[in-house]
Antibody, heavy 123, light 108 residues
Framework: EVHLIQSGGGLVQPGGSLRLSCAASGFTFVSYAMNWVRQAPGKGLEWVSAISGSGSGTYYANSIKGRFTISRDNSKNTLYLQLNSLRADDTAVYYC????????????????WGQGTLVTVSS | EIVMTQSPATLSVSPGERATVSCRASQSVSSNLAWYQQKPGQAPRLLIYGLSTRATGIPARFSGSGSGTEFTLTISSLQSEDFAIYYCQQYNNWPPSTFGQGTKLEIK
């Protein structure tokens, strides 16, 4: 059974930084691209970033490009999202999500999701 | 960026009846269209991908159809556990993959 266990959210001041983690189990981690999707309070879903299975390819939404960095450690079966220069409109629940295809490249539909972690940016 | 527009925003249906949620894309997304269900306080759950393929464990009462820019999610006979928010998502032109704004399915 696939499990995606997230950690690392919390309250941070504007301009601050945070690192989110997503520990994966139950599947061959390196074979799947991974994604981050966020949801602002009471709002819809927004794709944030993706990374290929090997880590060689990274992709970002324009709204966070240059501020967030996605990475993965395949030896630890863990996905990361480094959030820098945080703004109030980055406040959201952040979900990690396992991609739908086994070729290691993003297909951008999301079969399995983590439980979500809340990031609140406020002074 | 492809804009996905869902209708209606809220749908009121009685248990046992059929529910239909619509989704329109601002340009063709071929069959690269997925549907998700989200309940309060929970992560989304994949229902349909590739326009009409049900994800593992999804009951047959959920079906997807459409083509090009017009898509439909149909729930043939609503069960109590189906009342939730539904999102469509295109993954034909990326990045970014984009979602509709959601349709809330409520009990009539």
């Amino acid at each position: 059974e696939v499990h995606l266990i997230q950690s690392g959210g919390g309250l941070v001041q504007p301009g601050g930084s945070l690192r989110l983690s997503c520990a994966a189990s139950g599947f061959t981690f390196v074979s799947y691209a991974m994604n981050w999707v966020r949801q602002a309070p009471g709002k819809g879903l927004e794709w944030v970033s993706a990374i290929s299975g090997s880590g060689s390819g990274t992709y970002y939404a324009n709204s966070i490009k240059g501020r967030f960095t996605i990475s993965r450690d395949n030896s630890k079966n863990t996905l990361y999202l480094q959030l820098n220069s945080l703004r109030a409109d980055d406040t959201a629940v952040y979900y990690c999500a396992k991609d739908g295809e086994t070729n290691g490249w993003p297909s951008y539909y999301f079969v399995n999701w983590g439980q979500g972690t809340l990031v609140t940016v406020s002074s | 960026e492809i804009v996905m527009t869902q209708s209606p925003a809220t749908l009121s249906v009685s248990p046992g009846e059929r529910a239909t949620v619509s989704c329109r894309a601002s340009q063709s997304v071929s069959s690269n269209l997925a549907w998700y269900q989200q309940k309060p306080g929970q992560a989304p759950r994949l229902l349909i991908y590739g326009l009409s393929t049900r994800a593992t464990g999804i009951p047959a009462r959920f079906s997807g159809s459409g083509s090009g820019t017009e898509f439909t999610l149909t729930i043939s006979s609503l069960q109590s556990e189906d009342f939730a928010i539904y999102y469509c998502q295109q993954y034909n032109n990326w990045p970014p993959s984009t979602f509709g704004q959601g349709t809330k399915l409520e009990i009539k």
